[in-house]
């Protein structure tokens, strides 16, 4: 059967052409109501793009029941629709993939707000209409106001509905253009009752509920009004970005539902006064007790909050208001919105609410409260004291010490001291109980119990309880001394616990930045990167590096412990959800809007333009991480991008300052050839002339001497060719070792066969203590440092000098040695003989000198093969080459 897969390079190349292309445009046709027109205007003006030689594509259109506007359909190519299988229906739904497969130049996508059934990839259809944008196709879509996020509180409270679709306002604000779809109340109510909107029941039941000319006309003003002040919010093209005019609103985050109309009217407030918005939570002792559904609530307003553009951030305490004055004073904070708290009954009453706390603590701050219609419908939310848990152990210890207060009491009395003394013992105990125990519920027990067994043992009469009443204003002292420490000890333990868990937080992150700073090579980054979130997390992660071609490579897999079973996070269709997140730079995953029912939360580690890596982290449904643990995780791996992005720039900057060296030895090896090119060219191309022109009368010496002069010209340009590619090759790394266990005598027989003839004039022996001596090496390349070594000391020394080649083995190396007796080389000049371009001052007679590169050549070589080479002096007089190579052994049995 032929693969019908798609071809991985097509793919990869539409993906960068898709890429490459500029974010679409949306255009949002806007209105205050169902039946206004906003389909039927959307359709009209794509008929006239579509006139104007526009690509359009109908996406997704509402399957209205209005003539009119349905038969503004003909004429445009419409995309079938996904049909999604859901508990036994089938849903049907915009196709994303088949929009972006089909990529026209305007697509329309009804709906903006709507929400997709359970198995799509975005929960929203917004988001979609997101990733159309983002792949360069542009939009039109249309949208009610009572679907914007923070005007859903005021539309609530004017028709009584609360609308369940909603869409954030940074959407509404980013499309390029917006189009008010406008008619008079009376029209529409006109349109409802004559079927053109809704049909039947539901139009008599809209009419008598939400289609009121009293709430169209609310409404219609709020959408007007809303679009003036997009107006003002989005500034242009040319633009300079709107200052900030010094306001910072607050609001304080919690479980209530009350607290999402809090978070709606601040951000108002804060687009109101151009300031900043900033959402606290203050996390109580009891924060890790509290059940998922408390959480879920809590969850749900924070993603509220940062929809609305809030930064969130997280205290720790017991004492909401005491957390939040702080936080207001230390963070420049002049307005503080929060909801009504109710009224406390009873005999307590007298206790001062949030509102009143807040008023002594900052009075400089403006407090706005916000009134909650259901408040009085709904139960008094829960107290922040800690839900107890009995334990066998804290009752024992708890009886244990009440038993040695007594115990010592009964020895301060046999030994004369007052009672005084013995209350003092007991106040002492409930101190110690509250510090060895786990709950509240023991202190107040201790507190109780010390006064009856103070009462019961050391009172007169002895052995009853409260048997007199002359003590009653004791025991009531002693019990509020008691309680009073006891509370404030077992408050000082928790905040010395948040302190600690708050501290261990700061220290990874810390320890995050120090390690990432030290760390080279993205593997190491990445590694440090999935300890640290392990540290702070305790979950099961994953990392993909982004390679060369910007694609992801195989996952970096880094399970809690040596249990987990991470299978499933390794499966296709999770590597799916990974490789959306590096094309679309956005998260995605369990917890998200994109793609929930993965395994793992998928997280971009994202550079300045660019995704570096994806982190995957498993998520366990009864363990799902809260905002403050996700703001830990995109904290460390921002850090992580920094860290993958700067050691990117230092690759590059290492591949530039290599290719400049490149070029800056290519251009030294020209101006070196220039000239000594040129000598021997002329020299051999002068006698070449005369042996042509005047050959048959020249005598026999004269012509052996033109021929001798010839070839030891040529001889001298195929040496410095050998070398000129030799060195070019070994510094581009293009040349590949063939490492061989080779015989020393060999190679020094080889190399000696290929020497100048110039060489002829000196003595030149081997001296091998070992005939059998091996080393592992590349003999042709080792045969030409030798060549260039024994050549070099032919040119340096004079006539007659004596030059040796010597090997033996020191441990694991054998080193060799190539000493010559003549004049030495200087100090000065030792330090820089193995340079490139680098050459003694010695000119030859015949007008040619070295280029400087044999020996830069030697080190090229010997380095490569892992060994050093120097030189020294020859004592007593000469110099001395020595380079070191691997030794071999010998097989005798071969």
């Given amino acids: 059967m032929e693969d019908q897969r798609p071809d991985s390079e097509a793919l990869l190349r539409s993906i960068r052409r898709a890429e490459a292309k500029p974010a679409g445009k949306l255009k949002i046709f806007f209105g205050y109501a169902a039946g206004v027109g906003k389909t039927y205007a959307m359709l009209e003006a794509a008929h006239q793009a579509q006139k104007a030689g526009a690509d359009v594509v109908a996406g997704y259109i509402e399957p209205h029941t209005r003539p009119e506007t349905m038969a503004l359909l003909e004429g445009l190519e419409q995309l079938p629709r996904k049909v999604v299988p859901y508990k036994g229906i089938e849903l049907k739904e915009f196709d994303l993939d088949a929009a972006l497969l089909r990529r026209p130049q305007l697509l329309l996508v009804d709906e903006l707000a709507h929400t997709n059934a359970p198995g799509c990839r975005h929960v929203k259809r917004f988001q979609d209409v997101q990733e159309l944008l983002r792949a360069g196709i542009n939009v039109y879509t249309t949208v009610n106001v009572q679907h914007l996020e923070s005007l859903n509180d005021v539309v609530a409270s004017i028709t009584g509905v609360t609308v369940a679709e909603r869409i954030p306002d940074q959407v509404f604000d980013s499309a390029d253009q917006v189009e008010v779809v406008d008619l008079e109340p009376a029209d529409l109510l006109e349109r409802l009752r004559d079927g053109k909107v809704y049909q039947g029941a539901q139009a008599s039941r809209a009419m008598g509920h939400f289609f009121t000319e009293k709430n169209l006309a609310a409404l219609r003003e709020i ?28 609001i304080c985050l919690s479980g209530a539902p009350s607290n999402a109309k809090v978070i709606r009217t601040a951000a108002r407030m804060a687009e109101a006064f151009h300031g900043a918005f900033t959402a606290l939570f203050v996390e109580p002792p009891d924060f890790p007790d509290q059940s998922e559904e408390e959480r879920a609530k809590l ?130 105990g409930v101190l110690g109980i509250s510090m060895v125990t786990g709950g509240r519920a023991y202190s107040l027990l201790a507190s109780l119990l010390s006064v009856l067994i103070f009462n019961f043992f050391f009172t007169h009469p002895y052995f009853t309880l409260m048997s ?33 868990h708050k501290a261990y937080r700061t220290e990874v992150l810390l320890e995050t930045s120090q390690k990432l700073q030290k760390a080279e090579g993205a593997r190491a980054i990445l590694t440090v990167t999935a300890t640290q979130l392990g540290k702070l997390m305790e979950r099961d992660l994953l ?104 050691e990117s720039m230092v690759r590059a900057k290492q591949a530039v300052e290599e290719q400049a060296r490149q070029e800056a030895l290519r251009a030294n090896l020209l101006r070196a050839i220039s000239h000594d090119l040129r000598t021997p060219l002329t020299s051999i191309s002068g006698n070449a002339g005369i042996l042509m022109e005047s050959g048959d009368s020249l005598k026999e010496d004269t012509k052996r001497r033109l021929y001798t002069s010839i070839y030891d010209d040529s001889m001298w340009l195929i040496n410095l060719v050998e070398n000129l590619l030799s060195i070019t090759r070994m510094e581009n790394g293009a040349m590949k070792l063939n490492i061989q266990p080779e015989l020393l005598e060999e190679v020094f027989g080889e190399a000696l066969a290929h020497l100048d003839r110039a060489a002829a004039r000196h003595t030149i022996a081997a001296q091998l203590d070992d005939d059998l001596l091996m080393a592992d090496m590349d003999a042709r390349l080792v045969v030409q440092v030798v060549i260039n070594i024994v050549d070099n000391a032919v040119q340096y020394t004079p006539e007659g000098s004596r030059i040796t080649l010597s090997a033996h083995r020191m441990g694991e190396l054998v080193q060799v040695e190539i000493a010559d007796d003549g004049p030495g080389i200087t100090d000065g000049a030792k330090d820089k003989l193995f340079d490139m371009f680098y050459t003694v001052d010695n000119v030859r007679g015949d007008g040619r000198r070295s280029l400087g590169l044999g020996l830069a050549l030697c080190k090229s070589i010997v380095t490569a093969h892992g060994g050093s080479i120097w030189v020294e002096d020859q004592p007593p007089h000469g110099a001395k080459f020595c380079f070191t190579l691997r030794a071999s052994e010998v097989n005798a049995y071969e």
């Fill in 299 to 428: 969850r749900a307003n924070l993603r509220l909050a940062e929809e609305l553009g809030a930064r969130i951030t997280t205290v720790y305490g017991d004492d909401p208001a005491f957390q939040i004055a702080e936080y207001a004073r230390v963070g420049g904070v002049s307005k503080i919105v929060l909801g009504r708290s109710p009224q406390k009954k009873g005999l307590l009453a007298g206790g001062k609410n949030l509102v009143d706390r807040l008023g002594e603590l900052a009075p400089d701050l403006d407090i706005y409260i916000i009134p909650d219609q259901a408040a009085g419908r709904r139960r008094p939310p829960r107290s922040h004291l800690p839900r107890e848990r009995f334990s066998w152990a804290d009752l024992l210890k708890t009886l244990a010490i009440l038993a040695l207060c007594t115990a010592v009491g009964y020895g301060f009395m046999g030994l004369g001291f007052t009672t005084a003394n013995v209350i003092m013992v007991y106040i002492l």
């Fill in 223 to 250: 959408a007007l009004r809303r679009t003036a002040d997009r107006l003002e919010r989005v500034p242009g093209p040319d633009s300079a970005p709107r200052p900030k005019a010094g306001e910072h609103i607050l």
């Fill in 468 to 500: 007199d009443p002359s003590y009653v204003a004791t025991f009531g002292v002693m019990f509020i001394v008691a309680l009073l420490s006891s509370s404030l000890t077992t408050r000082i333990k928790r905040q010395a616990a948040q302190s600690a």
């Fill in 543 to 646: 990392l993909y590096p982004v390679e060369e071609g910007e694609a992801l490579g195989e996952p970096l897999v880094f399970p809690i412990s040596g249990e987990s079973d991470m299978a499933d996070c390794l499966a296709p269709e999770e590597r799916a959800v990974a490789e959306w997140v590096l094309k679309n730079n956005k998260h995605a995953g369990a917890t998200t809007n994109t793609l929930p029912s993965a395994q793992c939360l998928y997280l971009a580690v994202r550079g300045a333009d660019q995704v570096l890596a994806v982190a995957g982290v498993s998520i366990q449904p009864d363990r799902k991480p809260d905002a403050f643990e996700k703001n830990l995780m995109v904290a460390i791996l921002d850090e992580c991008g920094l860290a993958l992005e700067k």
